[in-house]
């Protein structure tokens, strides 16, 4: 199990990617795990259910600028879900995941929103809900309509995908990362490790730039 602390992180060399942490949130087998997969190693398997919480990272190239991605997998079945809590503190990023054809995962996603609102002022986290399992259309309960009218009502992003056909997986993290990226630019802050990084200055909510 990864520990919610996150890696140890050595002091980088200047010059490196900027980090952002980006946490998967959802009802257990709505696909984050396979999203993950299909986006770091572009493999679609029989998985295991998610004990705690799994790590994956990405170096994520937008040509002007690279930054790196780490994706913190938590685990979806309810017993785990007061340990995913440690997990999100410190993120950047949120993908809040459901199953198209599982009414009950749209509503938990919902939990989720409101469990990272209270956690986060949320303008501070880049979120995006993910319908995933796109391939499974005739069994679809969710519509696209009800995923991007809840997604607009609370200025989420919006997309559907399915890990298994690789449909809208890159978009969706590549979409996340522009917008990290974006973000930070507007801040004024270099997208490269180098001189203006202070280390003792991490609150939560924004990027660690070669902390790590
Ligand atoms: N048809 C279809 N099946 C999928 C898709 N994504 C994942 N699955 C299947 O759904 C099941 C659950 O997938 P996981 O990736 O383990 O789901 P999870 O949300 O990580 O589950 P937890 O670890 O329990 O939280 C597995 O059998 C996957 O093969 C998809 O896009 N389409």
Not at 40 to 52: R, Y
């Amino acid at each position: 199990m990864a520990q919610a602390g996150g890696p140890p992180r050595p002091g980088a060399a200047p010059g490196q990617p900027c980090v952002f942490k980006l946490v998967l949130l959802g009802s257990g087998s709505v696909g984050k795990s396979s999203l993950a997969l299909r986006y770091v190693k572009n493999d679609f398997k029989s998985i295991l259910p998610t004990v705690g919480c799994a790590f994956f990272t990405k170096v994520v190239d937008l040509g002007s600028a690279s930054l790196k991605l780490e994706i913190w997998d938590t685990a979806g079945q309810e017993k785990y879900h007061s340990v995913c809590h440690l997990y999100f503190r410190g993120a950047n990023a949120a993908l809040l995941v459901y199953d198209v054809t599982r009414k009950d995962s749209f509503l938990k996603a919902q939990q989720w929103l409101k469990d990272l609102e209270e956690e986060f002022r949320l303008g501070d986290v880049v979120l995006m809900l993910v319908g995933n399992k796109l391939d499974l259309g005739e069994e679809r309960k969710v519509t696209f309509e009800d995923g991007r009218e809840f997604a607009e009502s609370k200025r989420l992003l919006f997309m559907e995908t399915s890990a298994k056909l690789n449909h809208q997986v890159t978009e969706a993290f590549s979409a996340i990362a522009q917008e990290l990226s974006q973000r930070r630019e507007e801040e004024g802050q270099p997208q490269q490790g180098g001189a203006q990084l202070d280390l003792n200055q991490r609150p939560s909510g924004q990027a660690r730039c070669c902390a790590r």
